[in-house]
């Protein structure tokens, strides 16, 4: 069974920072972009981040540009979203989501449209607050 688990969030104060995951079971992500979104209270689900198939292209919002961070560890399954400078607009529940390339499309470039993914995990809070 496909199946994306979220962690790494909790509760920081502004100016800190988390490292989210996103472990794959059931599958292997390497062939396979990967992206982390967020949503708000009362907002659409939006983009953070992406990258691709082969890990050498990588996406931001440019809300996280400069501050957010993802890489892939494909020998371990896993996604990262390392997050600094956090700030209370940050505040929102994070998924990581995968869209399959195949073997043929490893180095195209990630998009952050939600419709694009096709397997989503659960989600995990990150609040940022004092």
């Known amino acids: 069974q496909l199946q994306l688990v979220e962690s790494g969030g909790g509760l920081v104060q502004p100016g800190g920072s988390l490292r989210l995951s996103c472990a794959a079971s059931?599958?292997?992500?390497?062939?396979?972009?990967i992206g982390w979104f967020r949503q708000a209270p009362g907002k659409e689900r939006e983009g953070v981040s992406c990258?691709?198939?082969?890990?050498?292209?990588?996406n931001y919002t440019d809300s996280v540009k400069g501050r957010f961070t993802i890489s892939r560890d494909n020998a371990k399954n896993t996604v990262y979203l390392q997050m600094n400078s956090l700030k209370p607009e940050d505040t929102a529940i994070y998924y990581c989501?995968?869209?399959?390339?195949?073997?043929?499309?490893?180095?195209?470039?990630?998009?952050?449209?939600?419709?694009?993914?096709?397997?989503w995990g659960q989600g995990t809070q990150v609040t940022v607050s004092s």
């Open positions: 989501a995968a869209h399959p390339t195949g073997p043929l499309l490893l180095f195209r470039r990630c998009v952050l449209y939600p419709t694009e993914y096709d397997y």
């Open positions: 059931g599958f292997t992500l390497d062939y396979y972009e």
């Open positions: 990258i691709s198939s082969s890990g050498g292209s990588t």
